[in-house]
């Protein structure tokens, strides 16, 4: 199955679906010794999720097989006496505080196990809420570039989907197992007082069933990281065609056709897929079922030669019969549990591993204390190669910004002028080179600290699903009205139907959405209300018309009177006035200086300017 392919469909085996491989490979044996940590670690998520909880939940499932051997020896005792060669009133009375045993063992065994259903219940979103919470710590902690790396957001989405249900899910398989354990233990002690060759017996009829079910969860989990290429291919395509953001130009572009037939092609490969894997599942399952059959009937015919040899009494053999049942019973629910941990274990082992490959990618904190007031920042040959790119974003790249200055990056699209605007804000760390604040590196600063001298307003800046005062001051404090009218944001306000309360969403009752150059104001005026002594103003006007451009960049210039503004535009005639203006050409300054030493040089720069002089002048 795993050299199946998809054109066009990116199926290539990822370096953690490696570890999967290697995990779903290694056998029961190398599973069941990695299960003892994963066992300890989900004890302990429990244990740290609520104490009481999963003392009770250990108790109670105990409690509940201890009461299942009680009511064993009880059974034996009502048996022993009811066979006795006596009347049958005195029969029944010598029974009877037996029978009240029996009555008893079992009405407590079904108490003890409801409590177990109930805690069980109550630890399920506990757990989940604190699985999850740890995971979205750490994705809002790891350093932007793990973004920018296939793997790490694959491991990213699968972490999320799957296994998150996997640590509770290894916690029912552990209690199940457990008490399953305890069950066999108890009964065993029943089993051997009658004969010890019962139990022996017993065990050695459960063989089939747990080679089938460890088969067939390995299959499980091969398939599942089998199709999770394929699968989250099927979710974009799915995402395509039933979200608002692609849904005006599904339909003006007519793609409805080609997303579903793609959609119907990559979703069919996944179901072949599946059904193969359920086929081969199905065929171990019934293998194992029937060879479990026929050691059952052996165990039988074992127990009516001991009782035909008089090894064993009537009474005895009766209960026998009783016992293994139910240890049959717990043998299954050890198994089934212990099947489960180990499936559950997979996975649990991929939010191990999520949890520490995100460690190692977190920015580092503590460090140097951020300048109080901005001093020179110095870009030295900073290189910069995003994750997976063949090409590096930026080759070399010396930037001076002083403070109280206005800098530009122009050129061409593509040129690095973002990906250096995220070097200066802390964002991305410089592969080769340095970048530094006042003579200290970037990197030595706490990053925090540093992150919050600078308010950026991005070329991707993002639509917060939240209200337009929300998403200016990213907090629930109002914005002043001098931002609002710095960044042409009181015009849009003022058209809302609950002004500033109003949602920015549409997909929510009383929500609404803005033009592209509505929400660029929103932008502006959330890079102003940081008040931050570092501004970066990414394409800020790309998508206003020319009296709204020309009003912020006037704002922004006022802005800079008492702070330094590193601006990236196209729109050369908004860097006229900026203080230095360097040109980026495939990743490398090509020329800098300010708008008159360009022009009189006559370079890129130059060219570009007139280009665009030309085209105003018609
Ligand atoms: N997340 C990313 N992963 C891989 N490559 C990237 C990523 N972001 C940008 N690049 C590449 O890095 C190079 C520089 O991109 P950057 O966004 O810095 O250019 P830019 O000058 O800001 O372009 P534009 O004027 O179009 O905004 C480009 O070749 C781009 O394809």
Redesign the pocket.
């Known amino acids: 199955m795993g050299d199946e392919t998809l054109d066009g469909v990116e199926l290539v085996e990822q370096p953690w679906w490696m570890h999967d491989a290697e995990v779903a490979a290694s056998g029961l044996l190398t599973m069941l010794r990695r299960l003892p940590i994963l066992v300890r670690e989900v004890l302990i998520l429990s244990w740290r999720t609520s104490r009481a909880d999963t003392v009770v939940m250990l108790g109670a499932t105990m409690a509940a097989e201890l009461f299942t051997a009680f009511g064993l020896l009880a059974t034996n005792d009502v048996l022993t006496r009811l066979f006795q060669a006596v009347p049958t009133g005195e029969r029944i009375r010598a029974a009877m505080p037996a029978i009240v045993a029996v009555v008893a063992s079992m009405v407590l065994r079904a108490a003890f196990r409801e409590a177990a259903a109930w805690i069980k219940a109550r630890l399920e979103p506990q757990i989940t809420q604190t699985i999850s919470t740890r995971l979205v710590e750490l994705t809002t902690r790891v350093e932007l570039a793990a973004f920018?790396d296939p793997d790490f957001h694959d491991q990213v989405q699968r972490t999320s989907a799957l296994s998150v249900r996997g640590a509770t899910w290894l916690l029912w398989a552990v209690m199940g197992s457990i008490g399953g354990l305890f069950g066999l233990v108890t009964i065993a002690g029943a089993l051997g007082v009658l004969h010890p060759l019962l139990m022996p017996l017993v065990l050695l009829a459960t063989v089939p069933t747990t080679w089938a079910s460890v088969r067939s969860a390995r299959v499980g989990y091969q398939v599942n990281a089998g199709i999770a290429a394929a699968n989250r291919r099927q979710r974009t395509l799915q995402d395509l065609m039933t979200e608002r953001a692609s849904a005006a130009e599904v339909r003006s572009y007519g793609m409805r056709g080609h997303l579903l037939a793609e959609f119907e092609r990559v979703y069919s490969w996944i179901t072949r897929y599946e059904l193969r894997a359920a086929r081969r599942q199905q065929l171990t399952t019934v293998v194992g079922s029937t060879l479990g059959g026929v050691a059952d009937g052996a165990v039988y015919v074992v127990l009516g030669v001991l009782l035909w040899a008089g090894q064993v009494e009537l009474a005895a053999a009766a209960t026998a019969v009783l016992a293994i049942q139910r240890a049959g019973s717990a043998t299954s629910s050890f198994l089934y549990g212990l099947n489960s941990a180990y499936e559950a274990g997979l996975y649990f082992s991929d939010y191990r591993d999520f949890l520490t490959r995100a460690q190692e990618r977190i920015s580092p904190q503590g460090g140097t204390a951020a300048p109080a007031d901005l001093d020179r920042v110095s870009v030295r040959e900073a290189s910069f190669t995003?994750?997976?790119?063949e090409?590096p974003?930026l080759r070399g790249v010396s930037i001076e910004i002083e403070p109280g200055q206005v800098v530009a990056l122009v050129?061409?699209?593509?040129?690095?002028?973002?990906?250096?605007s995220k070097l200066v804000g802390g964002l991305y760390l410089a592969e080769e080179g340095t970048v530094s604040w006042g003579g200290v590196e970037s990197r030595d600063i706490d990053r925090d600290a540093l992150r919050g001298r600078i308010a950026v307003i991005a070329?991707d800046f993002t639509h917060w699903p939240f209200t337009a005062g929300q998403n200016i001051t990213l907090s629930t404090a109002r914005p002043p009205a001098s931002v609002l009218a710095a960044s042409g944001a009181d015009r849009v306000v003022e058209r809302l139907p609950y002004g500033l309360d109003t949602l920015l969403d549409p997909a929510y009752r009383g929500g609404t959405e803005l033009s592209g150059g509505q929400w660029q104001r929103i932008a502006v005026a959330r890079g102003l209300y940081r008040d931050a002594p570092l501004l970066i103003c990414?394409?800020p006007t790309a998508a206003l018309d020319a009296r709204s451009e020309h009003a912020i960049f006037e704002s922004i210039r006022r802005h800079a009177v008492q702070r330094t503004v590193l601006m990236?535009t196209?729109r050369l005639a908004s860097v006229r006035w900026a203080d230095r203006i360097y040109v980026?050409e495939r990743?490398r300054v090509v020329e800098s200086g300010d708008h008159a030493e360009l022009m009189e040089r006559g370079g890129v720069y130059a060219e570009m300017y007139t280009l665009q002089a030309k085209a105003y002048a018609g």
Do not use: C
């Open positions: 920018d995003y994750p997976g790119a090409e974003a050129g061409e699209n593509g040129s690095g002028k973002t990906t250096l070329q990414d394409e990236i196209h980026l990743g």
